[in-house]
């Protein structure tokens, strides 16, 4: 069974693996470097025979048969030395190994006949000379080939299968034990070819594993690579592809050349996904970028940026009123009703444009610029697009010069407060104050809230903004009477974080005030941004005795939701209602159904904006009780409540 299985073995030794074209690549590549080295062998061994043999043994075996063996290697190892073997054909090394197997017999049984028969000639020395000639020759060989194993135990069967033969049945004791000691050898050797193959393919199959291992590894790194790049909800490119084909345009663009970025941001996304859950926001995101996608086709790159925030790269674009148009037409797209799982859903859409090398040359200048052209679009324009022009420009300057001016300020001394009373014009009494910022800045002079609160917000300033105020608040506060309400207004920035409402309540509780007698007013903005943090915090300042009041009533997206939900304990309905109300009916209507609501809910309704008596006696008509405005009071710095009560009666 053993014998059996070694000459099975043996057997398949002697095939080439065509079914491991890696092994066969690495067989031909060894043996193109190693095959002229073995012919360049066996033509200096024959010639050192030769020569000892010369003059012993007729010229034709010393002379003739040398110089035919000797072009014979000459001409195959230059052969071999000269060929470029295509080892990525595997076909090709099949045809190569094939040769190599049937040249290795041809020269092996040349040689052995001519050395057989040298040996007849001669005394003891030189018959020894053959001896040696066939041992030392035949190892070189195997070396030579001993990456092709079909061809070394060819050359050692024939070479050394035929000299033990040739010894062993000579008669001679001497020749009898060397045939039997190359016997031997002959076994040793086909163990030692059979063990190197082994070891030579583990060798070539491990650096194939490796390699292979290699490939996956570049491979995923690609995919992770394109993976990077790629904003995994909606498929398109992400923020870091975006800024970085963004860097590539700007460095490679020539003095010519002109393009445009874009920035779009979906109005009124929050409460979508607030009230229909993040699966129907994400539905809603990737509808949105396939809309947009279909509208600029594949070569513009697109990208989401974050949120509900897409960026654009538009290049070839630098006519107004074709951006302009194309903004509309993504705008349009964008503001069609969504389905989403079943339910239809409305959203806006604002776009901000920058060109290149027009308003800006570099790609942080482009992107700011129309990241301000969106913001301008969404608090002048919204659903629109705005091309970032001149005046722009004027307006980050002042922005800036307010964001410097807010960072050298000395707050405290430059930041005050002005009181606008709230009127209750059934009792003729001032209802509560309501605490308003003003900044005399020493640098700028006056700068309106409006001005300054944004780029505070925009900045991060705000929340020093608001404690500097507060703190000005509580100490007015307490030269009050104790029964006069006053509303203090938070930023969205300040209502989502917990450190700041807490430190209210402890201001509030340092200064002995009664927290019944504050209101804090908020905007939906601070909903938009964090809904569940701003719920939190409502809820934590009313468990402290403070009220909440909701304001900028009515021009937003989802107020009736936040009444609903929060349980505000005043509205405070937005100027821009009031302000067609002597002239419009859909306005008195709406005003109306507010002022009912409120009554229904038990909360109470301030109408701000009253600017005339025709607003004031409408209001009444209507129901409203609470009002606020220029035509009672403007706002001022010292209370005093007899002077501001003389208003109601105007």
Known sequence: ????????GFADTLKIRTDKPELLRAQVGALSRQIPVLYMLLLANAVA???????????????????????????????????????????????????????????????????????????????????????????????????????????VAIVLGTFVFFF???????????????????????????????????????????????????????????????????????RRAFFSVLEDTVNAATENETFAVAMIDLDGFKPVNDVHGHPSGDELLQQAGRRLRKVLGHETLLARLGGDEFGLLLKGYDDA?????????????????FVLNGVTVQVSASLGFATYPTVARSPNGLFERADFA?????????????????????????????EQALRKADLSTEL??????????????????????????????????GTFFPVAEKTGQVGFLTRVLFEKLMVDMQDWPENLPVSFNLSARDIVLSDTVEWLIDEIKKHRIDPGRLTFEVTETAFLRDFEAART???????????????DFGIGYSSLRYVHELEFDVLKVDRSFVAPLSHNERSRRIVKTVIDMCQNLGIDCVLEGIENDSQRDVIITLGGRLMQGYFFARPVREVKLDALAEGVGK
């Open 49 to 155: 025979l030769a020569y000892t043999h010369y003059g012993t043994a007729p010229d034709w075996m010393t002379v003739h048969a040398v110089i035919v063996l000797g072009v014979i290697c000459i001409f195959r190892a230059v052969a071999w030395n000269r060929a470029r073997v295509d080892i990525d054909d595997v076909d090709v090394c099949i045809k190569h190994l094939k040769r190599i197997r049937v040249l290795a017999v041809v020269i092996s049984v040349l040689f052995t006949l001519w050395a057989i028969t040298m040996f007849d000639y001669g005394d003891a020395y030189q018959r020894g000379h053959v001896a040696y000639f066939i041992s030392i020759t035949v190892v070189g060989c195997i070396f030579c080939l001993v990456n092709f194993p079909p061809a070394a135990l060819l050359v």
């Open 1 to 8: 069974m053993a014998a059996g299985s070694f000459w099975q």
């Open 374 to 402: 969106l913001y301008h679009a969404k608090k002048n324009a919204r659903g629109e697009a705005v091309l970032f022009a001149a005046h722009h420009e004027t307006l980050i300057r002042h922005d800036s010069q307010i």
């Open 321 to 337: 009123l074709e951006l302009i148009a194309l903004g509309k037409e993504l705008c349009d797209a964008l503001n069609r009703p």
């Open 168 to 238: 062993g049945t000579s008669g001679n004791e001497v020749y009898v034990a060397i045939a039997v000691n190359m016997a031997l050898v002959s076994l040793m050797i086909i163990q030692i070819i059979r063990s190197f193959y082994a070891n030579f393919s583990g060798l070539i199959q491990t650096q194939n594993d490796l390699e292979a291992q290699h490939q996956t590894m570049i491979e995923l790194s690609r995919q992770n690579e394109a993976l990077a790049l790629i904003d995994p909800l909606t498929g398109l490119s992400n």
């Open 537 to 551: 915090s409502i809820r934590y300042l009313r468990d402290h005795g403070a009220r909440i009041a909701l304001d």
């Open 416 to 449: 005050s407060l002005h009181y606008q009373p709230v009127f209750d014009i059934r009792s003729g009494q001032v209802s509560s104050l309501e605490a308003l910022a003003r900044w005399e800045s020493a640098q700028m002079g006056a700068v309106s809230p």
